[in-house]
């Protein structure tokens, strides 16, 4: 969209642990970065949805592991 968000975004700015859980399953970049360099995580950390962020920046640190 025009604010450059996808569709984790949307989910993250939403609380949305479901959709979130459902896009991480279909392999959404977690760590694409909106026009203003926010990831999802930064967006539910920012909107108060600290489950969502705590559950991105969890899946986050596993793919960097791998």
């Known amino acids: 969209d025009c604010l450059g ?20 399953a279909g392999d959404a970049k ?4 909106n ?5 999802a995580a930064d967006l539910a950390l920012a909107c108060g ?3 969502c962020a705590k559950f991105l920046k969890t ?3 596993t793919q960097t592991m791998k």
Do not use: R, Y
């Open 5 to 24: 968000e996808a569709p984790i975004h949307k989910a993250a700015k939403a609380g949305s642990l479901e959709c979130l859980a459902l896009l991480v």
């Open 30 to 33: 977690i760590d694409l970065c």
């Open 59 to 61: 899946i986050q640190h």
């Open 35 to 39: 026009n203003s360099g926010q990831t």
């Open 49 to 51: 949805f600290l489950e």
